[in-house]
Nanobody, 124 residues
Framework: QVQLVESGGGLVQAGGSLRLSCAAS????????VAWFRQAPGKEREFVAA????????LYAASVKGRFTISRDPAKNTVYLQMNSLKPEDTAVYYC?????????????????WGQGTQVTVSS
């Protein structure tokens, strides 16, 4: 059983940066894909970025590519989402998700483990 805990959300002005963290307990991320999703009020949960832990390959949504970077720290069993050049439309609750697979997928229902979410608010 994997338990995920997100941190790092907050309020930032447009153009600013935040770094989200997703720490796992219960087991390591070895053999898993770790992804970030976000959900704004009244909208469906959408894919943001994912990393295949074993090989470090990454996948990004078009809306964040070039602004967000997903990375990992194996020593801390933690995945990060560095978010730069933030826009008001990035405002959402950000969720970390994980699933035992070797290829990243963008569909939320394909992920078995979820964190509690962390709020990111970008003011204009």
């Amino acid at each position: 059983q994997v338990q995920l805990v997100e941190s790092g959300g907050g309020l930032v002005q447009a153009g600013g940066s935040l770094r989200l963290s997703c720490a796992a307990s219960g087991r390591t991320f070895v053999g898993y894909v770790v992804a970030w999703f976000r959900q704004a009020p009244g909208k469906e949960r959408e894919f943001v970025a994912a990393m295949t832990w074993n090989i470090g390959s990454t996948l990004y949504a078009a809306s964040v590519k070039g602004r967000f970077t997903i990375s990992r720290d194996p020593a801390k069993n933690t995945v990060y989402l560095q978010m730069n050049s933030l826009k008001p439309e990035d405002t959402a609750v950000y969720y970390c998700a994980s699933d035992r697979r070797t290829i990243a997928v963008v569909t939320p229902s394909r992920y078995d483990y979820w964190g509690q979410g962390t709020q990111v608010t970008v003011s204009s």
